[in-house]
């Protein structure tokens, strides 16, 4: 099957995933960063039409896309928060916030997902409600900053815990299926197998 899966790497280095997972022409995304622009034309010129975005946390990089989307956008409950006030994360990276504003548009939760052949996976660490979007039929898992090719997200930002995202490495990454592609939030992507083999960071943090 041609998923037509093109990545869209925004200015702040997130990535910003269309794919048409289904065999036709409903194409899905995965996270919102900040210009969609490119992702946005792109869907035009082809003619897709938009089944949704899963979001994998609700950092600015990754969601703040979604007021300039409007279908339904998929979250874990327990980012709603950091979705929704990006204000803070911002002027921590950026220097400043103005002309930031919250989102109050409508967010949809994982549970509300309405294709069955999309599995999730809470896997806190980076952020309390970061999520891995899988799919079993294509062979991808999309990690958004939970595990890169090269390294883990960061677990000193708000909400984030070194502790947790042991736990999820043991009990999330482990678990995925070693033929599987990961596509992360940042950088390349690489095979769950290689990942395991050669990611030093996820090698100590288990060895820990
Ligand atoms: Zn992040």
């Known amino acids: 099957m041609n998923i037509n899966l093109n990545t869209f790497t925004s200015f702040t280095t997130s990535n910003c995933y269309v794919l048409q ?21 792109y869907v035009k010129k082809k003619n897709l039409s938009i089944g949704g975005a899963l979001i994998t946390h609700g950092h600015y990089d990754h969601a703040l896309g979604l007021k300039d989307f409007n279908y339904s956008s998929y979250i874990n409950l327990d980012d709603e928060f950091l979705a929704r006030n990006p204000q803070e994360q911002i002027k921590y990276f950026m220097g ?3 002309g930031i504003d919250s989102y109050s548009g409508e967010l949809k939760y994982l549970e509300d997902i309405p294709y069955e052949n ?5 896997n806190p660490g980076h952020t309390k409600g970061s999520t891995s979007f899988e799919f079993p039929e294509l062979g991808l898992i999309f990690t958004g900053d939970f595990v890169f090719r090269d390294g883990i997200g960061r677990t000193d930002l708000q909400s984030g815990s070194l502790i947790d995202m042991k736990a999820s490495l043991q009990h999330v990454f482990m678990n995925f299926n070693e033929d599987y592609e990961i596509l992360p939030g940042h950088g390349p992507s690489g095979k769950v197998r290689s990942i395991k083999s ?3 960071t996820i090698k100590e943090c288990l060895n820990d």
């Open 198 to 200: 050669n990611n030093i």
């Open 96 to 98: 400043s916030s103005d």
């Open 21 to 41: 997972p289904f065999g036709d022409d409903v194409c899905i995304f995965v996270d919102l960063p900040p210009d969609l622009q490119d992702a946005i034309e």
């Open 118 to 122: 999309i599995n999730h996976y809470t």
